[in-house]
């Protein structure tokens, strides 16, 4: 089965103190957002769509060509993001995949294993987790007694308690383009920001009876993203590490 993808680029990312767009900033002399393509294309994604925004143009020329770009004209929230690209999936039948710009780290191996667990279980979302020593700001993950996948909470509407929990959303979620239109479609801003989480689409898919799944990947550079100078240079330290292992001393 084939497997799409749309990645979210569209953010100014005020907190970088950069001229340039969130993705833009550099991992390992390139843009982020060059990683995410990279790692995309390395799984064996077949078509990719980037959604702009901040400086679009830029954007546009830093992913070159072979990839399909949608603008989000405000920034409303990230299922405003994928609704921009609703036309490069609806009419369809291809899962695709959503993984945010500023997440470089996901790697190829961690998108196959998703995709084969959403194909597997014949799922309709399948959302990408970890669990990690700091969830910080990340989405938390909610599970019933039975460890059943119930939803997302984002960090400004936890609760003391969902607080303590550490498994955290990646941010990469799989539909099929039937449950991401029906999604889009129902998905409110009543929440503390007032935007579009594309992480209500769980909660709209259960409540409509359908397969709604969590998968964990076990590795937490996965999931890390950068919002500051000092959170990219966390992420370049870690990078870094895995392009140049340790060599064991003889």
Do not use: W
């Not at 060509?65 to 921009?84: F, H, I, P, R, W």
């Not at 909660?203 to 590795?219: F, P």
Request: aromatic fraction near 6%; charged fraction near 25%.
């Amino acid at each position: 089965m084939e497997l799409n993808a749309i990645i979210l680029a569209a953010g100014k990312g005020t907190r970088m103190k950069s001229d340039l767009p969130k993705v833009l900033n550099p991992l390992g002399g390139r843009p982020m957002v060059s990683h995410v393509i990279e790692n995309a294309r390395q799984a064996g994604v077949k078509d990719i769509a980037v959604v702009l925004g901040y400086k679009g143009d830029m954007v546009r020329q830093a992913v070159g060509d072979g990839v399909s770009c949608y603008t989000q004209e405000e920034q409303l929230g990230t299922a405003d993001a994928v609704k921009s690209a609703s036309a490069f999936f609806e009419g369809t039948d291809t899962p695709v995949i959503i993984l945010l710009g500023d997440a470089p780290l996901l790697s190829a191996k961690c998108i196959k294993d998703l995709f084969a667990y959403f194909t597997e279980n014949k799922a309709d979302l399948c959302v990408l987790t970890a669990s990690v020593k700091d969830p910080a700001a990340y989405g938390r993950i909610k599970r019933d007694s039975s460890g059943n996948f119930t939803g997302i909470v984002e960090r400004a509407d936890a609760t003391d308690e969902d607080l303590k929990i550490k498994e955290i959303n990646s941010g990469a979620m799989l539909f099929t383009p039937a449950s991401l239109s029906y999604s889009l479609g129902r998905i409110q801003n009543n929440n503390a920001k007032g935007e579009y989480y594309l992480t209500d689409a769980v909660t709209v898919l259960i409540a409509a009876g359908k397969k709604v799944l969590a998968y964990d990947c076990e590795d937490e550079n996965a999931v890390a993203g950068a919002n500051t100078k000092e959170e990219l240079a966390a992420l370049e330290e870690i990078y870094q590490g895995m392009q140049h292992p340790t060599q064991k001393s003889r």
